[in-house]
């Protein structure tokens, strides 16, 4: 037996992976979670509100610890590394994580997420543009000053909320006609006296020398003008982040995973769960649905196997 052998390796320790953990390691298999940050993205989220059995809402940060703590406690294994890549060779899964340590498993569940997008327009690489208000946010307490924050979905507006409560004046943009949060979010963004949110509005550049000082934006009304503002948040979205992956298999046009009923993508006994899935429905109590779907029907596979 290999070095470093595990029954199921793990990458990602976000909602789905940690899930899957737990569930992998109560089954009975021997599971190894690659990855260097408890929770994953969870801790961009200031309060999570929508998952089950928290009345009040829970800090994405403490819900993603706990779990790992949970799927610690079960005995999964964390080296506490990022992969940097995962091969197959005859009958097993090799991954290499970033200090070149191997790990060796039969089944694999890829759940390493998404990372966030950023618009490509001119500058977007200057200083002063965040993707976190949690992370970078507290830069501007006591600075009156002016943040805006990029994009319409719930994650967007759940930024304007958070910085609204360290700046001055927080104006959140977006290209559409309406923003794409839930209900309850927009009515928060709504009352809140110092978001301003304009709609229908493109950002065509930022503009700054060494750091930003200032968006360029435009309209159907008009066509070009600088709103200046003291650092940008950008929530325009998020993508695929496969960058380890040096096994090819079935994905859409937008680069997420295809998988099976069972969760299982077109190469045989690799998984995946998550936001990295090709599914109709991003949200922590899907990935975690997901995980522990994914790790049932791994020890089915690999019970099959012996």
């Not at 320790?13 to 940690?18: C, E, M, R």
């Not at 059995?53 to 706990?66: K, L, V």
């Not at 089944?107 to 949690?134: H, M």
């Not at 709609?199 to 550049?205: G, I, P």
Request: hydrophobic share 40%.
């Amino acid at each position: 037996m290999a070095e470093n052998q595990y029954d199921l390796m793990i990458v990602g320790t976000g909602p789905a992976g940690l899930t899957a953990a737990i569930y992998g390691q109560r089954l009975g298999m021997n599971v190894v979670v690659l990855g260097d940050t408890p929770g994953g993205n969870l801790y961009m989220i200031e309060k999570l509100m929508n998952y089950p059995g928290f009345i009040e809402g829970i800090p994405g940060a403490q819900f993603g610890a706990s779990v790992f703590a949970q799927a610690q406690k079960e005995g999964a294994f964390f080296p506490m590394i990022r992969l940097n890549q995962l091969t197959h060779n005859g009958d097993q899964f090799m991954g290499i994580d970033l200090n070149s340590q191997e790990y060796f498993a039969p089944v694999t569940l890829v759940a390493c997420g998404v990372i966030p997008r950023t618009l490509e327009v001119p500058n977007v690489d200057k200083k002063g543009i965040f993707l976190c208000s949690l992370c970078d946010g507290p830069l501007f307490r006591n600075k009156d000053a002016t943040l805006a924050v990029i994009g319409g979905g719930n994650m967007a507006s759940q930024e304007a909320l958070s910085l609204s409560k360290i700046a001055k004046k927080v104006i959140q943009i977006y290209r559409g006609h309406k923003l794409k949060t839930e209900a309850v979010l927009r009515k928060s963004v709504e009352k809140t006296d110092n978001i301003e949110v304009l709609l229908d509005t493109q950002v065509v550049s930022f503009s700054g020398e060494e750091c930003i000082d200032g968006i360029v934006v435009s309209t159907k009304k008009e066509k070009e003008r600088k709103i200046p503002v003291d650092g940008v948040f950008m929530a325009v979205g998020w993508g695929p982040n496969l960058d380890m992956l040096q096994i090819s298999v079935e994905t859409t046009s937008e680069g997420y995973i295809k998988t099976n009923e069972k969760l299982m993508t077109s190469f045989s006994g690799l998984f995946a769960a998550g936001d990295i899935r090709d599914t109709d429905l991003r949200q922590v109590v899907t990935a975690c649905a997901d995980g522990a779907r994914a790790a049932t029907y791994a020890f089915e596979f690999l019970e099959s196997k012996r």
